[in-house]
């Protein structure tokens, strides 16, 4: 593992890279309000052992990265898909593999529109592009984040408690919540924080939405992967995706919320070097 703060047009950028930078490049980009510490160690080094040189990062307003003014974030949406062309820029990558996760599933989609040419895949996790008619998400996930207002942002057991109950609401039945997994990956999201508060910057990012309203245009491999539990994103996002992308592949994870568990890696994994055999760098 080698961790980097890049400085990219004035913004620093805190990255990670795991395995042989000779090796066909994967870019992990996060959701929402959540670090690269949720891409997990091991996640990234069963790619990288697979003969991927995988890069994590985090975005604006999460982990080390550079932080904002409270409510009042100074960049778009088109600007954190820009930060992922940056990243590839630092470390002279001319294409990669594009993996993004909820929000970062969205920015995967503005990054193979907004920068079609290096991008040679992507695999959207748990994510839409919000097309008209689909379902809302669950109401027990808007009543959970209506109520984080009362969190006390500089108690670090209380950000990493409210992290755990977090995880409680989004995972689906299949798999029981590993609450100490859950809770050191939160304790360690806190311990590296330049501030906690700021995650929620991410709430009240703006953009261009035209974007999403293009995704048929996408003319990369797509592999769709949905949890069919999903309450935040339901899984007909999913299928929406796969059925609006071109020659686009599904994996449904039955009984899988809004994650990536532990136990559905060995799964998740495979198709994703599976998926990111189909095209090589130039």
Known sequence: MSEQLLNLNGVKICTESFGDPADPAILLIMGAQASMVWWEDEFCQRLAAAGRFVIRFDNRDVGRSTVYELGK??????????DAVG?????SIKQAHI???SMGGMLTQILALRHRERVL???????????????PMEEKVAQFFANSEE??????????????SKWKVLVGSKHPLDEDRVYQLAKQEVERSSNMANINNHGVVTGD????ARTAEIDVPALIIHGTEDPIIPYEHGISLANTIPSSLLLALEGSGHEIHH????????AIINHTLCRKSL
């Open 121 to 135: 895949t992507v695999s959207l996790i748990a994510t839409s592009n919000f097309a008209e008619g689909l379902p």
């Open 209 to 212: 939405f035209s974007y999403l």
């Open 151 to 164: 969190i006390d942002w500089s108690n670090d057991e209380a950000v990493i408690a409210f992290a755990v």
């Open 87 to 91: 990243i590839l820029d630092a470390y």
């Open 263 to 270: 136990c559905e890696w060995d799964k998740v994994i495979d």
């Open 73 to 82: 974030p100074g960049y778009t949406f088109e600007d954190m898909a820009d």
């Open 99 to 101: 993996v993004g996760m």
